[in-house]
Structure formats: structure tokens, C-alpha cells
């Protein structure tokens, strides 16, 4: 792979390290929302929020659309969506793996095995 695509692809991951970001991406599945509105549900300062949606804008990750004086933030790209949901599949199934294997092993230091 190209240098470039790489880098790209870090900068682009690093973008979801935040849990407040991931929220606002739950948030923005569902439906195209203003910076107000994630406000309310996120009870963050809209400082905060403008901080994230600036650098989730700046990665392609959203787009807005204006009506009047609304700005309203949406997902740029459908398949950001989809990647997302997978990756919270791994996850959970990552996160059940070690939680049976933590079990399987007090069971076994136990004896009860």
C-alpha cells in the first residue's frame, strides 16, 4: 500500500478514539442533526461539540447541509456506518471471548473444571 493511504487511514482511525466522537456518530447514524440538538443529547458544552464535529468534518467523515440559519451535520459517507457497526461486532465478540476466557480460568484455579 501507498505511504499516503496509510498515514491517512491512522488519521482517520485516531478520529473514533474518542468516546464523546463515537457518540456523536451513534448519534449521527441515525439521523442528520444540528450541533444544537447533539448538544442536548450529549449534555456537552456546544464548545466541545464544535470542537469534535470540526475535526470529524475535517476527516470526511461528516458533511453538513444548511437550511436558513441551521447547520445540520450527516455522515459524508453511508459506508462509515456500516465499517462502524462491524467494528462494534468484533468488539463485543472480542470483549465476550475474554470475558469466557477469564471465566474458564478462575474455573480452572478454582478446581471446578
Known amino acids: 500500500m501507498k505511504k499516503e493511504?496509510?498515514?491517512f487511514?491512522?488519521?482517520f482511525c485516531k478520529t473514533f478514539s474518542h468516546p464523546?466522537?463515537?457518540e456523536i456518530l451513534n448519534l449521527l447514524i441515525l439521523?442528520?442533526?444540528?450541533?444544537?440538538e447533539i448538544t442536548e443529547k450529549l449534555s456537552l458544552t456546544k464548545?466541545?461539540?464544535?470542537q469534535h464535529l470540526r475535526l470529524m468534518k475535517k476527516m470526511r467523515i461528516l458533511k453538513i447541509r444548511r437550511e436558513g440559519t441551521n447547520v445540520y451535520y450527516m455522515l459524508?459517507?453511508?459506508k462509515i456506518a456500516g465499517a462502524y457497526r462491524r467494528m462494534q461486532d468484533v468488539l463485543v465478540q472480542?470483549?465476550?471471548g475474554s470475558f469466557f476466557m477469564e471465566k474458564e480460568a478462575l474455573a480452572v484455579m478454582?478446581?471446578?473444571v
Open 76 to 78: 459524508a459517507n453511508k
Open 47 to 50: 464548545t466541545s461539540i464544535y
Open 110 to 112: 478454582k478446581g471446578d
Open 20 to 22: 464523546k466522537r463515537l
Open 9 to 11: 487511514h491512522a488519521e
Open 31 to 36: 439521523k442528520e442533526l444540528t450541533a444544537g
Open 5 to 7: 493511504i496509510l498515514e
Open 94 to 96: 472480542l470483549m465476550k
